[in-house]
């Protein structure tokens, strides 16, 4: 058990609707990370917020957004949703700003879309 | 920017035999590297890391990794493989306090 908790494990939603995955870090972890992983694109790198705040972003579609509370959870958020959003999301938390700090990942949210 | 490569997606060994993946990274700064195994259905797990020091370096389940600076290698090698290593095995690499960016991934068959 990594410390990371994620829900829903599965949601099967239609197109064109709006889903909320929500991920509580490990106990003292400032930092928490959102990855997307799909067969043909592998893992991929969506957002990171350190302490409340977005610290870096990578490949997130603009329907998406995420935030992270003053209690630390994250929540992304996914809307208008397409037939090729269905992926594993992953979240990941770690202790914080240093780079040798390891991340932690979650079991993961099965998102299908029909 | 930082990147990792993992070329080929799928290596298959016969149990007891040598256990080597290879990735490569591109960095203009010292770069932080790991390797994670993911179990099917499961979440990323890391087998090991690299920071600074020594550079071969010890994880999990009887895996190590040598960073090589002058090959832009971390390599992952096991001796003897176990059933139980059959996954997936994921490089990664991170500079300061960004983004872990990972490889495409190899999956690991072990045979019998």
């Known amino acids: 058990d990594s410390g990371v908790t994620q829900t829903p494990k599965h949601l099967i939603t239609a197109t064109g609707q709006r889903v909320t995955l929500r991920c509580s870090p490990r106990?003292?972890?400032?930092?928490v990370y959102w990855y997307q992983q799909s067969l043909d694109q592998g893992l991929q790198f969506l957002i990171q917020?350190?302490?409340?705040?977005?610290?870096a972003k990578g490949n997130i579609l603009e329907r998406f957004s995420a935030q992270q509370f003053p209690d630390l959870h994250s929540e992304l958020n996914l809307s208008s949703l397409e037939l090729g959003d269905s992926a594993l999301y992953f979240c990941?938390?770690?202790?914080?700003?240093?780079?040798?700090?390891?991340?932690?990942f979650g079991q993961g949210t099965r998102l299908t879309v029909v | 920017a930082q990147s990792v490569t993992q070329l080929g997606s799928h290596v298959s060994v016969s149990e007891g035999a040598l256990v080597l993946l290879r990735c490569n990274y591109s960095?203009?700064?010292?770069?932080?590297l790991f390797w994670y195994v993911q179990y099917p259905n499961q979440g990323l797990q890391l087998l090991l890391k690299?920071?600074?020091?020594?550079?071969l370096v010890k994880g999990i389940n009887g895996f190590e990794a040598e960073f090589k600076k002058s090959e832009t290698s971390f390599h992952l090698t096991k001796p003897s493989a176990h059933m139980s290593d059959a996954a997936e095995y994921f490089c990664?690499?991170?500079?300061?306090?960004?983004?872990?960016?990972f490889g495409k991934g190899m999956k690991l068959t072990v045979n019998p």
């Open positions: 690299y920071t600074t020091g020594a550079t």
């Open positions: 106990s003292g972890d400032l930092s």
């Open positions: 990664a690499v991170k500079v300061g306090s960004e983004k872990l960016v």
């Open positions: 960095s203009s700064v010292p770069p932080y």
């Open positions: 990941a938390s770690s202790s914080g700003g240093a780079g040798n700090t390891e991340a932690f």
């Open positions: 917020y350190y302490n409340g705040e977005e610290r």
